[in-house]
T-cell receptor
Framework: NAGVTQTPKFQVLKTGQSMTLQCAQDMNHEYMSWYRQDPGMGLRLIHYSVGAGITDQGEVPNGYNVSRSTTEDFPLRLLSAAPSQTSVYFC????????????FGPGTRLTVT | RKEVEQDPGPFNVPEGATVAFNCTYSNSASQSFFWYRQDCRKEPKLLMSVYSSGNEDGRFTAQLNRASQYISLLIRDSKLSDSATYLCVVNHNNNDMRFGAGTRLTVKP
């Protein structure tokens, strides 16, 4: 049981490039989410999903797209990277819509130059 | 005003001390409350949920005060391994969870 996995662990992008951060879970959780963590600001919710085919915006969705074609996978796409998107990105999953707490992946450290 | 606010600390305490953190939230309709811990450069890990009647897990006690819209975490008999950042989490609406910026705790020998 791997839990929540994220790839890559580290990534450097140039401004304007696009990329997809991968997230997968093997706990059959319906709820999955993406956060970014910046110094002094805590984790901020980007997008979340309550099941396959259903996604919704969080607090800071601009510049990011998500899709949820399977229960297991919830990729995050950066459409045109900007230096303001330099951050640590965490994916999480949970049973029961997050009301019982979430399990986080190890994170992806992204730098946009 | 931030939706979830915490004192950033740092709290520096000796081993064996009791330490308490508070967290205030702005949405009176919030129903789910949690404390997470996060070690340096690691992912957050769920420490405990916070229930209306208060709850305890070993040396950790969590309380909820709906009238004043705050939750608290009490750590008794602090251990060196308790050194971490403690994150307060409150649901903004059903599935939108909001995190505080965290309170840093250092337990010293």
């Amino acid at each position: 049981n791997a839990g929540v996995t994220q790839t890559p662990k580290f990534q450097v992008l140039k401004t304007g490039q696009s990329m997809t951060l991968q997230c997968a879970q093997d706990m059959n959780h319906e709820y999955m989410s993406w956060y970014r963590q910046d110094p002094g600001m805590g984790l901020r919710l980007i997008h979340y999903s309550v099941g396959a085919g259903i996604t919704d915006q969080g607090e800071v969705p601009n510049g990011y797209n998500v899709s949820r074609s399977t229960t297991e996978d919830f990729p995050l796409r950066l459409l045109s990277a900007a230096p303001s998107q330099t951050s640590v990105y965490f994916c999480a999953s949970a049973p029961s819509g997050g009301r019982l707490g979430q399990y986080f992946g190890p994170g992806t450290r992204l730098t946009v130059t | 005003r931030k939706e979830v606010e915490q004192d950033p600390g740092p709290f520096n305490v000796p081993e064996g001390a009791t330490v308490a953190f508070n967290c205030t939230y702005s949405n009176s309709a919030s129903q789910s409350f949690f404390w997470y811990r996060q070690d340096c450069r690691k992912e957050p890990k769920l420490l405990m949920s916070v229930y209306s009647s208060g709850n305890e897990d070993g040396r950790f006690t969590a309380q909820l005060n709906r009238a004043s819209q705050y939750i608290s975490l009490l750590i008794r008999d602090s251990k060196l391994s308790d050194s971490a950042t403690y994150l307060c989490v409150v649901n903004h609406n059903n599935n939108d969870m909001r995190f505080g910026a965290g309170t840093r705790l250092t337990v010293k020998p």
